[in-house]
Nanobody, 126 residues
């Protein structure tokens, strides 16, 4: 059974940093593409970043390029999202997602990702 558990969320002031983690179990982690999504209250879910092939080439949404860094540690079955220069508009619930197919991570399309965590809340105050 696939399990994804996010952690690391919290409340920070604008300009601050947070590092999210997504621990996985029940999968051969290295073969899965992994991605981060977020959903602000009253808004649609949006893709933030994805990492999908063996050399870890990342994909980023334009809104986070240059500020967020996605990475993965296959030995620890864990994916990370380093978030720097946070803005109030980064506030939301952050979810990790995974799938054997690379499509969802490459296109940041949630409908192409089969497995999801429960989310961790990020709140950025101005």
């Amino acid at each position: 059974q696939v399990h994804l558990v996010e952690s690391g969320g919290g409340s920070v002031q604008a300009g601050g940093s947070l590092r999210l983690s997504c621990e996985t179990s029940g999968v051969t982690f290295s073969t899965y593409c992994m991605a981060w999504f977020r959903q602000a209250q009253g808004k649609q879910r949006e893709g933030v970043a994805g990492i999908y092939d063996g050399d870890g080439s990342p994909i980023y949404a334009d809104s986070v390029k240059g500020r967020f860094t996605i990475s993965r540690d296959n030995a620890k079955n864990t994916m990370y999202l380093q978030m720097d220069s946070l803005k109030p508009e980064d506030t939301g619930m952050y979810y990790c997602a995974a799938d054997l197919s690379w499509l969802g991570c490459y296109h940041l399309s949630g409908e192409d990702l089969s497995h999801w965590g429960q989310g961790t809340q990020v709140t950025v105050s101005s």
